[in-house]
């Protein structure tokens, strides 16, 4: 067991509520067997559910605070105006930092977030968050150009722009293919590489989902290639591998779509001013169409770059109005107490002096103007049916802990079947019908964990995101590091496996001890809140 090595499979917005009705009908053979003979929970994520935050815990144990991932973007300094996150952004040691320390051999594909690739012992490939399969998406560089000789459908991602602008006519088979070509070159690095840790993320499941939540035919096909990968996994693992298949969050259906910065100025803390495109803006096409030719001529790299670059903004400003910027353009800053953050799921920035670049709130109006925001929003409801939209409100710190200088000033925890949007609805409505993106993410996605040295006879006991990382340098007989905020799934393992490792790695033995005496006290958010601001947890 001291050559003991971890698989981890990653599947982005797995939900036990397609996976379990599937099993019933008898559609998942593997996800079954796994069930059957390892152990499983759902796997809280972070608060909100977002993949770059959630994927970033899971690969750091860190929270938000200390890796400063929080949603897909960032604010330009000195700017309004946002862009792409990049690994360069994320401030937390990943796993796989650890391991190469200690000469331990990692393989990770499709990593989101994580581009530019790091430096490692072994092979990575970045995923969602590349720019496009032209860029520098491998470590070493020279396995791109094999990764792309032996296996010329490969993508790191699918192009869901092309989606949202409706250019893509055949999507599932689309993302069905990169999947597949995925599939492929995962078998053939398990094959043929050696390693410690094995990592791969495949996302078609969360895009799928997204737009055919509906569509029980298109789910069905994608969880069965799951499925099917997995069930290669499973007849190919040795007694010494332990496979860990977890999602970074679920998924659930919307049906309505809530424009907050349109509700922050119905609520007098934002406000507009509209304004009239002249000259050659009105003749000139919106950014969308431009965003979407480009697209379609195979430009998606160059848009990466745009958008990470200052010349956005001034190309916007001058020439090709947008319904996604112009309202930045629109903003009345001077008159503007805050804002709702595009890409974030539910984060609100105070427009404060001395850090966003035409702020007007002071310090000593900083604390009640938070909570006159979240008083406001949990009084929010739908017009159609009367539903509460908003179930909770945090401050940032209630939340994260750690040095990031962007933790957000307000997290709001939306009900089921709403979706919290940025950007400015011109028509003035602060609610809409969805009929695109008919689905989202949820709270809790999935954790499985198999192999010999698990006792299926346990069970877990509400495991994050954050929990991962720590299990896995525990599996490796890794020192785990104390400013991970997870714990060791100590609870998941042999007794036999346990007393060959020793006693449990610094203060995670006190974490777990004090998570168990809590039970089932209180809502899945409010653990976590607890969770992470326990204090001397560091």
């Known amino acids: ?10 599947i982005d917005g797995a939900t036990w509520d397609v996976i379990m009705p599937l099993i019933k009908k008898g559609k998942l053979p593997a996800f079954k067997k796994l069930i059957n003979n390892g152990i499983h929970n759902e796997l809280q994520s972070t608060v909100p559910p977002i993949s770059p935050s959630a994927w970033t815990s899971i690969f750091t144990g860190t929270n938000p605070g200390k890796h400063n991932i929080f949603k897909f973007v960032k604010r330009k300094k000195n700017s309004y105006f946002i862009r792409p996150i990049s690994s360069r952004d994320r401030t937390a040691t990943p796993v796989w930092k650890f391991l190469t320390d200690k000469n331990k051999r ?46 010329p459908g490969y993508d790191v991602d699918f192009n869901e722009d092309l989606i949202l602008l409706g250019a893509d006519k055949n999507p599932v088979d689309h993302i069905l293919k990169i999947t ?15 390693w410690e840790l ?40 040795d007694n010494d591998t332990t496979l860990i298949v977890c999602s970074d969050h679920g998924f659930a259906p919307v049906h309505t779509k809530v424009f907050m ?36 001529l195979g430009f998606k790299n160059f848009i ?20 996604r910027a112009q309202h930045l353009f629109d903003r009345d800053w001077g008159n503007t107490r805050a804002y709702f953050m595009e890409g974030s799921f539910g984060m609100i920035n105070i427009n404060l002096k001395s850090r966003e670049p035409e702020g007007i709130i002071g310090r000593e109006e900083f604390d009640d103007t938070r909570d006159l925001i979240i008083k406001e929003a949990l009084k929010l409801k739908d017009p159609e049916n009367n539903e509460k939209v908003i179930l909770q409100g945090f401050k940032g710190e209630e939340l994260y802990n750690g040095p990031s200088k962007d933790i957000p000033d307000i997290i709001l925890v939306k009900k089921t079947g709403y979706t919290l949007l940025g950007g400015y609805n011109y028509a003035g409505d602060i609610f809409e019908p969805e009929d695109v993106r008919i689905a989202d993410h949820d709270k809790n996605g999935i954790l499985i964990m198999y192999g010999s040295m698990i006792d299926k006879s346990k069970h877990l006991t509400e495991p994050s995101v954050y929990d991962i990382s720590p299990t896995i340098l525990y599996i490796l007989n890794q020192q ?3 400013v991970m905020d997870g714990i060791i799934l100590n609870n998941a393992f042999t007794e036999e496996f346990k007393k060959q490792r020793g006693k449990l790695i610094g203060k995670p033995t006190d974490i777990m001890s004090s998570r168990e005496k809590k039970g089932k006290e209180s809502a899945v958010i409010d653990r976590s809140v607890k969770k992470l601001t326990r204090k001397g947890k560091i």
């Open 180 to 194: 597949d070509e995925q599939v492929n070159l995962s078998k053939h690095l398990l094959k043929t590489e050696s």
């Open 198 to 237: 094995f990592s791969v993320v495949f996302r078609a499941t969360d895009v799928i989902q997204h737009y055919f939540w509906n569509d029980n035919k298109q789910i069905e096909k994608i969880y069965a290639r799951m499925d099917k990968i997995l069930n290669w996994i499973i007849k190919s693992l």
């Open 480 to 482: 785990v590091p104390r």
């Open 261 to 296: 910065n349109n509700w922050l100025e119905k609520n007098k803390y934002l406000k507009m001013n509209h304004r009239k495109p002249k000259g050659l803006k009105k003749i000139l096409p919106k950014a969308e169409t431009f965003q979407r030719l480009l697209l379609m």
């Open 1 to 10: 067991m001291n050559g003991s090595k971890v698989i981890l499979i990653g």
């Open 106 to 151: 990692c393989i990770l594909l499709n990593i989101p977030f994580s581009y530019p690739p790091d430096k490692i012992n072994g092979i990575m490939t970045s995923g969602l968050g590349t720019p496009s399969i032209s860029s520098d998406f491998a470590y070493p560089k020279k396995f791109k150009d094999e990764v792309l000789k032996k296996f």
């Open 304 to 323: 990466w770059k745009l958008k990470r670059s200052g010349e956005l903004e001034k190309i916007l400003k001058r020439f090709v109005p947008s319904s």
